[in-house]
């Protein structure tokens, strides 16, 4: 059970959109639509962001996306605002009760 | 209003050992798994495991099986983490998290327990 893939970093202008990919396996983001993303700013709890691949909870901006595609999930931040600068993490369901994270993506906002 | 707190920070040598605590509320206790995040300094989120108060199903990642031990005391709704003997490497931010569904979806986290491991 390896972590999932993610870019360590990626950035953008207010206003634009940038996309964060997520990279698993056949056992675990390719086999479940059950990836979630979550949000952290710097000394603060983690915040969920996305769950179900596409799913938005309550409270949560419409800006954030979530898309999947094989072994691949994706976040997109759409009209990218300074307070959206924070790491991001995925996670997948991998089967049999366990859980598996992306290793962060450091988003900033230029 | 579902809430996890956590016990206070440590600070601890090598080879102590070490039992964390989370306690649940606002919901059913015995019918979510709950488990707990390791988050090393300046580094990502690894979830160590779960368990399944109901029933005191627990499961674990490969990196953390047999280095710690996960258990939920339902009586007093409360999760615990605990290791024998601690490495300096065990230093990190700990999250207990609750899980809705089967799935394990985290939709909430406690505060956070930060364990310091120094000689």
């Known amino acids: 059970q390896s972590a999932l893939t993610q870019p360590a970093s990626v950035s953008g202008s207010p206003g634009q959109s940038i996309t964060i990919s997520c990279t698993g396996t056949?056992?675990?983001?390719?086999?479940?639509?059950?990836v979630s993303w979550y949000q952290q700013h710097p000394g603060k709890v983690p915040k969920l962001m996305i769950y179900?691949?596409?799913k938005r909870p309550s409270g949560v901006s419409n800006r954030f996306s979530g898309s999947k595609s094989g072994n691949t999930a994706s976040l997109t931040i759409s009209g990218l605002q300074a307070e959206d600068e924070a790491d991001y993490y995925c996670?997948?369901?991998?089967?049999?009760?366990?859980?598996?994270f992306g290793g962060g993506t450091k988003l900033t906002v230029l | 209003e579902v809430q996890l707190v956590q016990s206070g920070a440590e600070v601890k040598k090598p080879g102590e050992s070490l039992k964390m605590s989370c306690k649940g509320s606002?919901?059913?206790?015995?019918?979510?798994?709950i488990g707990w995040v390791r988050q090393m300094p300046g580094k990502g989120l690894e979830w160590m495991g779960s368990?399944?108060?109901?029933?005191?199903?627990?499961r674990y990642s490969p990196s953390f099986q047999g280095l710690v031990t996960i258990s939920a005391d339902k009586s007093i709704s409360t999760a615990y983490l605990q290791w024998s003997s601690l490495k300096a490497s065990d230093t990190g931010i700990y999250y207990c998290?609750?899980?809705?569904?089967?799935?394990?979806?985290?939709?909430?986290w406690g505060q956070g327990t930060l364990v310091t491991v120094s000689s």
């Open positions: 179900e691949v596409t």
């Open positions: 996670c997948s369901y991998a089967g049999a009760a366990t859980l598996v």
């Open positions: 998290v609750r899980h809705y569904g089967w799935e394990l979806l985290i939709d909430y």
């Open positions: 606002g919901y059913s206790f015995t019918r979510q798994w």
């Open positions: 056949s056992s675990d983001v390719g086999s479940f639509n059950l």
């Open positions: 368990v399944y108060p109901g029933d005191s199903d627990t």
